[in-house]
């Protein structure tokens, strides 16, 4: 069963901030974060285990909450480049070191 | 640092054909996973091989099957082509040691089955 992302599109202005949520109704070992840009393949944010730790990188952050299964993307003071197609991996204790999709969050960031 | 690479680029085949994908891993990787993603889709998990074993699989069915290398390449093979075959295919590299790991995909393999 596929983690649940929302919004499934969001369109921003430059600078402005952005949250992405994905939720699991499994529990699980790790969230992996991913962006993709049309035509290319999805490129590696992050990854959180569990224990609700929370990450960043650059302007790009997330947070894992282990006892609701979810996660949070954070995209602060937005450019440009974050355009794409955010997708969360979920990896649960029956399919250790494979990932669950969801079906992605298109995000737009106009000038 | 050499990244994930696959081959070909793109591909055309008939329905009933059969096909076979390549995937050279990140250097230092040891481990291969198939994703199949659709237009519009995440990334669905077809299998991971491991020490040349196929450790994990997907909903897939035995149409598509796989083999690992003693250099750790890979390839996805899939017969009796479909046209819901259609597809981007995705190879993700990443090292099994250690409690946490990060999965690098390639730049994949476009599949059209006309």
């Known amino acids: 069963q596929q983690p649940v992302q929302s919004p499934q599109a969001v369109i921003l202005r430059e600078g402005e901030d952005a949250v992405i949520n994905c939720s699991s109704s499994k529990a699980l070992y790790s969230v992996h974060w991913y962006r993709q840009k049309h035509g290319e393949a999805p490129v590696f944010l992050m990854i959180l285990l569990k224990g609700g730790e929370q990450k960043g990188h650059e302007k790009i952050s997330a947070s894992f909450n282990e006892k609701k299964q979810q996660s949070s993307l954070y995209l602060t003071a937005s450019q440009l480049s974050y355009s794409g197609t955010y997708f969360c991996?979920?990896?649960?204790?029956?399919?250790?070191?494979?990932?669950?999709f969801g079906s992605g969050t298109r995000l737009q960031v106009q000038p | 640092d050499a990244g994930v690479t696959q081959s070909p680029t793109h591909l055309i085949k008939t329905r009933g054909q059969q096909v076979t994908l390549r995937c050279s891993p990140k250097s230092g990787h040891d481990t291969v996973s198939w994703y199949q993603q659709a237009l519009g889709q995440g990334p669905q998990f077809i299998f991971q091989y491991y020490e040349e074993e196929e450790r994990q699989r997907g909903n897939f069915p035995d149409r598509f099957s796989g083999h690992q290398f003693p250099n750790y390449s890979s390839e996805l093979n899939v017969n009796a082509l479909l046209l819901g075959d259609s597809a981007l295919y995705l190879c993700?590299?990443?090292?099994?040691?250690?409690?946490?790991?990060?999965?690098?995909f390639g730049p994949g393999t476009r599949l059209t089955v006309t």
């Open positions: 993700a590299s990443s090292l099994v040691s250690g409690w946490a790991y990060e999965q690098y």
């Open positions: 991996g979920t990896e649960d204790y029956t399919g250790r070191r494979a990932l669950t």
